[in-house]
Each structure stands twice: as structure tokens, then as C-alpha cells.
């Protein structure tokens, strides 16, 4: 006969092996990711110099230097609205003032996107924010869920609604263009499925053991807009940089960009950096061309570098008012 503390042991082995397994799953994806982006920059970077790319900035129309910043500045009002709808949704608008929403919302967004580590650079810097008029981690937390749900959700609607509605005139993402529609289709419909449960009563999830209440229809309905203006403000922004003959179609544009963006997510890497450029390359084959490394360098200044100067500055004055008011509030105990 067996002993029955060996069928035991071998039956709590098992899930501590795959709870291992799953683990490392992010790991070796990020490495593998990295990989592939350092053999796919290195072979472009060997295949042109410098001065190419220094040339083909200096040669980029003013107009579209303007234009990208107008997109930029458009995908930042985006971001700032996150933490607005978010604590719509919560209820939890009567501690928090609007000015406040809307710089939380926006420096913890521009510090997840910029610095990578998202829970890390973005929630650290949403609960500074917030800590100083009161607000608890628990609120912090929720919130932090309710931005992703905006992010993610945002990304699904802007891709269904490129596959959905793709001319036939143009190279399809899939195979075929059937495939396109039926890919485009079933997420739109996901999508509607999904504010019509919002919609019948108030939701509630868990999220590692924390309850977390879900927006009503309508508000969830703005963060899909949210989302999906702040995906298509991020897109313009590097479409107005790149060569015209670059871009082979809008919904392949589209797609390669969302993929890129949750490539350098799952990579860690700050800001996708590394990434995002070998998988936008690689998926609109337009690698080894002097003028797509210059556009590609450019949005990564104008999108990331310049909103996270300009974040770091928003901090540094809520953190010296904060400081200020507490000095105040000591000297009137006093």
C-alpha cells in the first residue's frame, strides 16, 4: 500500500511548483523582450550612423515638431482625467479637490509610462500626492486599479474599432480581413457586454484580497473614452514624427503601436525603452532607415522626457506647498 503522506506531499508540491512556474513567468518574458530588442536596435545601429540621423531630424518640418507637442499636450489632459473618473467612481470626491485629482491623475500616469515599474513610480507618487490631504493607502490602492481599468480598456476600444471598421483597400492585420472584423467585432462586443453588466447593478471585484467597487455605467463608459483618447494622443504624437511613407495603414499602425506599448510594459524596461522602438520597426518593417530612428528618438523626447520634467516640476510645488502648510499649521499650535 502507498503511504498516504506521500500522496499528501506530493499534492502540495505540485501547486508550490507551478505557483514557482508563474513567477518567472514575467521574468523570462521581460528578458526575452530585452533580448530581442538589443539584436534589433544593435542591427540598426550598425546599418546607419549618426549623422544620418542627426540630418534627418534637422530635416523634419517645423509643422510636425508643433504637431507632435499638440499631441503630446492632448494626451496629457488625457491622463489627467484618470484619477477625476476614478474617484467619481469610488464616491470619493468630498476629500480630494479638483486641482489635486487633476495633478495626481497626471504625474502619477506620467511617472508609470516614463519610469516603468508602474505599481513602483506611478503608485508612489499617487499616494505622496494624496497622503498629504488624508487619504488612505486602501483609497490609493483602488484607485491605482480604476487607472488600469481605464488604460486597458481604452486600448481595446481603439483596437477594436480600427479592425472593425478597416477599409478592404488596405493590407489586413490578420490574414484576412474577415479575420480583422471578427478580431474587431468580438471585442467591441466585449467591450458593450461589459458596461451593459456595469449597467444592471453596482459591481464590486477583488483584487489580491482587497474589494474594490466598480464605476457605474456612464463613468466607465468616460474611462473607455479617457483611455482611448490618451492611446490615440500617444499615437499621433509619434505618427507626425515618422517619414509618410512609413506608415502602411492606420489599423496596422494602430495595432503595432498598442503591441509595441504593452511589449515595453511587460519588458519593465523605463518607458518601454528599447522595446517599444524594435517591436514599432519590426512590426511596420521600417528598420535601417536613418529618418524612422531620428522620429522614434524624437517622440521618445517629446513624449516621455518633456511631460516628466514638466511632472517633477508640478510635484516639487505640491510637495513645497504641502511642507509650507505644515510649518503654518506647527506655528499656530504653537
Not at 89 to 97: D, E, F, G, M, R
Not at 227 to 242: E, P
Request: proline letters at 5%.
Amino acid at each position: 500500500m502507498s503511504d498516504p503522506t506521500e500522496v499528501h506531499t506530493s499534492a502540495e508540491a505540485s501547486p508550490g511548483r507551478f505557483a514557482l512556474a508563474v513567477r518567472w513567468i514575467g521574468p523570462v518574458i521581460a528578458v526575452v523582450l530585452i533580448a530581442g530588442a538589443v539584436w534589433v536596435l544593435w542591427d540598426m545601429a550598425t546599418k546607419m550612423s549618426f549623422a544620418d540621423i542627426h540630418n534627418a531630424a534637422l530635416a523634419l518640418p517645423a509643422h510636425r515638431f508643433v504637431l507632435a507637442f499638440v499631441f503630446t499636450f492632448c494626451g496629457l489632459v488625457a491622463l489627467a482625467t484618470y484619477d477625476l473618473l476614478a474617484l467619481h467612481a469610488l464616491n470619493y470626491t468630498s476629500s480630494v479637490s479638483l486641482a489635486r485629482a487633476v495633478f495626481g491623475g497626471l504625474i502619477a500616469n506620467v511617472f508609470a509610462n516614463t519610469l516603468g515599474f508602474p505599481l513602483l513610480s506611478g503608485g508612489g507618487a499617487r499616494y505622496r500626492i494624496y497622503s498629504m490631504v488624508g487619504v488612505s493607502f486602501s483609497v490609493v490602492a483602488r484607485l491605482i486599479v480604476m487607472s488600469w481599468l481605464t488604460m486597458w480598456s481604452g486600448i481595446l476600444f481603439v483596437l477594436g474599432l480600427a479592425l472593425t471598421l478597416e477599409p478592404t483597400t488596405q493590407y489586413p492585420v490578420f490574414p484576412h480581413h474577415y479575420i480583422d472584423r471578427l478580431v474587431g467585432l468580438v471585442i467591441l462586443v466585449a467591450l458593450s457586454s461589459f458596461i451593459i453588466w456595469l449597467a444592471r447593478k453596482r459591481r464590486a471585484i477583488r483584487v489580491s484580497g482587497m474589494v474594490v467597487r466598480m464605476p457605474k455605467a456612464k463613468p466607465a463608459f468616460l474611462m473607455v473614452l479617457a483611455g482611448a483618447f490618451d492611446l490615440l494622443a500617444a499615437c499621433g504624437t509619434l505618427y507626425v514624427l515618422l517619414p509618410p511613407d512609413a506608415v502602411p495603414d492606420a489599423a496596422r499602425y494602430l495595432v503595432t503601436y498598442s503591441i509595441a506599448f504593452l511589449a515595453g510594459m511587460a519588458a519593465n524596461t523605463p518607458g518601454g525603452v528599447g522595446v517599444f522602438e524594435a517591436t514599432v520597426v519590426t512590426g511596420l518593417g521600417i528598420a535601417h532607415r536613418p529618418d524612422v530612428a531620428a522620429a522614434l528618438i524624437l517622440f521618445r523626447l517629446i513624449y516621455f522626457v518633456v511631460p516628466l520634467l514638466f511632472a517633477l516640476v508640478l510635484l516639487a510645488f505640491l510637495e513645497g506647498r504641502h511642507r509650507l502648510a505644515v510649518r503654518r499649521a506647527r506655528r499656530e499650535e504653537v
